[in-house]
């Protein structure tokens, strides 16, 4: 018997391109791990709207295949799939027709009959970007925006392909519903890990205080991918890893490292100190990029012992492609906390392992007391929050090595999310349709943060579009990227190593 969380109210989970991949690989998996832990409502449905001609069998027998595949729990047990199953159901329509929506409230008013309660509405769009400024409108002719205690939108990413793309469909978004009912999605600030940046840096005394330019040298973010673009050439071919990780990923990241403390644990409050953050990042001027901003794309090469081919030889990715695979650009955050320190961030894909990390790099001690032979292997300390696929936390530092001499070397303190609590992360989706379903919008972009981002990288894109790449492929796949990522670094500066925080037996695993 499928358990269910007493204390949420009855909600409709109604999924615009629920027939899709999202829904199969995504959504579909993280709704059915959420009620395996309770954490559905008593009355819940979900409703999944596509064009596809479809039964609700047909739509259930998809989603289970998405579910033993995906879902993090494994194998299911029992009757907890039909358990399940019957919340899901099947509704045909056009998303640019009225009678879709009006068909669509009207089985949310059998809902609420049948269950003899209010429900909460929710409006995924789980579609192609072209909708995104579709769906909205049609749900605001339909009155199924009206109530915004009641009703929500979640919208993927992209939002935008660029700054005025991005505030048109702000506007279409708030022109028929509030702010408080949009709920712009981003995966990565789902991930435990993630999260777990706000409580590393507030809920401890001990390294707040050092959270400046007294003490850290600068601060790297990555975000580095294996695979290539995979089944994504057409969409990422019009993209690039600017638009696709940067401008929402990566700064995110930075926002979470950068912000000032925050009063209280409101999503307000940590958002607005977050878009404090966007706004005192240096901009970068057009006559700058250059030196600011270095772009690449992959070519052949090998990776984990297999060839593998370039970009241009993807599938849906044009043969001369100028897009770019690889970002690294330097940032400088203008405030009385950060003034002077670089960040350097950088993606890419077919790069040599996949890692998504922080790294802060304090300062060296200012002044070196050891005798220079008990310091040959002295390094700089670090401290680096390790976000995926390795999960925690390592700190690097100085100590003694055994023995009558005084010889220094670096050490590594480490803390792995696995080891401590034995318990498998929820997936980010899980956590953010959580927090839709609660109403909770910490996790979730408001519309000047994302518009302040898309201003912030205008710049970029307004120069790369008049001057295009003239070495590209200028990486080969299994390598870090170009070779002029390192120009961007101050002297002394270094991308580091990701870190490895698997254990003996999850290494062994991996290599078997």
Same mark, same amino acid.
């Given at each position: 018997m499928m358990k269910t969380n007493g204390q949420l109210e009855p909600t409709v989970f109604v999924i615009f391109g629920g027939a899709g991949d999202l829904t199969w690989r995504k959504l579909g998996p993280a709704l059915f791990d959420l009620s395996r832990d309770q954490s559905m409502p008593a009355e819940f449905s979900i409703i999944a709207v596509d064009g596809l001609g479809m039964s609700d069998e047909k739509l259930r027998r998809r989603l289970h295949d998405g579910v033993k595949k995906f879902s993090r729990h494994g194998k299911m047990q029992g009757d907890e799939w039909n358990e399940f199953a019957r919340h899901i159901h099947y509704q045909q329509g056009d998303f640019k027709k009225l009678q879709t929506y009006t068909a669509l409230g009207e089985q949310c008013a059998k809902l609420e009959k049948e269950w003899g309660a209010k429900v909460h509405r929710i409006f995924y769009m789980a579609t192609p970007p072209s909708m995104f400024g579709e769906i909205p409108k049609y749900l605001g002719k339909a009155g199924l925006a009206r109530d915004r205690e009641w009703s929500r939108i979640v919208v993927e990413k992209p939002i935008g392909y660029d700054l005025e793309s991005a505030r048109a469909l702000?506007?279409?978004?708030?022109?028929?519903?509030?702010?408080?009912?949009?709920?712009?999605?981003?995966?990565?600030? @789902?991930?435990?890990?993630? /999260?777990?940046?706000?409580?590393?840096?507030?809920?401890?005394?001990?390294?707040?205080?050092?959270?400046?330019?007294?003490?850290?040298?600068?601060?790297?973010?990555?975000?580095?991918?294996?695979? %290539?673009?995979?089944?994504? %050439?057409g969409y990422y071919d019009h993209a690039g890893a600017l638009r696709d990780m940067v401008q929402n990923h990566l700064m995110q990241l930075l926002c979470l490292v950068a912000m000032e403390p925050m009063v209280s644990f409101n999503a307000d409050e940590i958002r607005n100190k977050k878009v404090d953050v966007l706004h005192a990042v240096r901009p970068i001027h057009p006559d700058a990029v250059h030196q600011s901003v270095v772009r690449g794309q992959y070519g052949p090469g090998w990776i984990g012992g297999r060839e593998v081919i370039g970009y241009r030889e993807e599938d849906g990715v044009s043969p001369d492609s100028q897009t770019e695979t690889f970002v690294a650009l330097r940032l400088f955050v203008d405030n009385w906390r950060w003034q002077g320190v670089p960040f350097y961030l950088r993606t890419g894909k077919r790069l040599t392992r996949q890692a998504s990390e922080?790294?802060?790099?304090?300062?060296?001690?200012?002044?070196?007391?050891?005798?220079?032979?008990?310091?040959?292997?002295? /390094?700089?300390?670090?401290?680096?929050?390790?976000?995926?696929? *390795?999960? @925690?936390?390592?700190?690097?530092?100085?100590?003694?090595?055994? @023995? $009558?001499?005084?010889?220094?070397?670096?050490?590594?303190?480490?803390?792995?999310?696995?080891? #401590?609590? #034995?318990?498998?992360?929820?997936?980010?989706?899980?956590?953010?349709?959580?927090?839709?379903?609660?109403? *909770?919008?910490?996790?979730?972009?408001?519309?000047?943060?994302?518009?302040?981002?898309?201003?912030?990288?205008? $710049?970029?894109?307004?120069?790369?579009?008049v001057a295009p790449p003239g070495d590209f492929p200028n990486y080969a796949a299994g390598t870090w990227g170009p070779e002029d990522a390192q120009s961007l670094l101050a002297q002394g500066h270094s991308w580091p190593l990701p870190v490895e925080l698997a254990t003996h037996g999850e290494k062994k695993k991996k290599n078997s």
């Open positions: 702000n506007a279409v978004l708030a022109a028929n519903f509030e702010e408080c009912q949009i709920f712009r999605i981003d995966h990565y600030l @789902g991930k435990e890990t993630v /999260q777990n940046i706000l409580a590393f840096r507030f809920a401890n005394p001990l390294f707040e205080p050092l959270w400046n330019r007294r003490y850290v040298d600068y601060v790297t973010i990555t975000a580095a991918e294996e695979i %290539g673009v995979e089944h994504r %050439g922080i790294a802060i790099q304090f300062h060296a001690v200012p002044h070196q007391s050891f005798p220079p032979e008990a310091s040959l292997d002295w /390094q700089p300390s670090r401290l680096v929050m390790s976000i995926h696929p *390795d999960q @925690g936390i390592v700190l690097r530092f100085q100590a003694k090595h055994p @023995g $009558p001499k005084m010889h220094l070397r670096s050490v590594e303190m480490k803390f792995n999310y696995q080891d #401590a609590f #034995a318990v498998r992360s929820p997936d980010a989706y899980e956590t953010l349709l959580w927090d839709v379903m609660k109403n *909770d919008a910490t996790l979730f972009m408001r519309t000047d943060q994302v518009e302040a981002a898309w201003r912030l990288l205008m $710049p970029v894109l307004d120069v790369w579009a």
